[in-house]
């Protein structure tokens, strides 16, 4: 099975003072030896929060670690933008996330299976 991992669950791995923290540790025992993937965009958006909530030093470390187990990195090209602003621009709620609907868009034109995440935004049957 292929997960695509999302911020939320890469910082709340990271991070034990995450509210996620254990959930996240639980999954992720559950899904090693299957197919990890993330979006480029992902790697950047959670390094930043890293960074913003513990410095640089834990941003360098949390980047390395994330590298280790990411073995698919998915970059943003054209189509998979352009699908990701297509899904973004329909939706209605206030702060929507750009990044959240460019995972979404990834699991359907990489066929993957599952999102690893605790964000509400996904469809309950793409959450692991």
Known sequence: ?????????????????????????ELFKKIQGDELAALNIVFQESTTVVSKKMGMTHAKKFYDSINRIIEIKINMNEELEQQSWRMFLKQTKKGT???????????????????????KFYPKEQLT
């Open 1 to 25: 099975m292929k997960f695509l991992l999302d911020s939320d669950f890469l910082i709340a791995l990271y991070k034990p003072d995450d509210s996620n923290h254990k959930k996240s540790k």
């Open 97 to 119: 996330s750009f990044v959240d609907c460019a995972n979404l868009a990834t699991t359907k034109i990489y066929g993957i299976d599952k999102i690893a995440s605790f964000d």
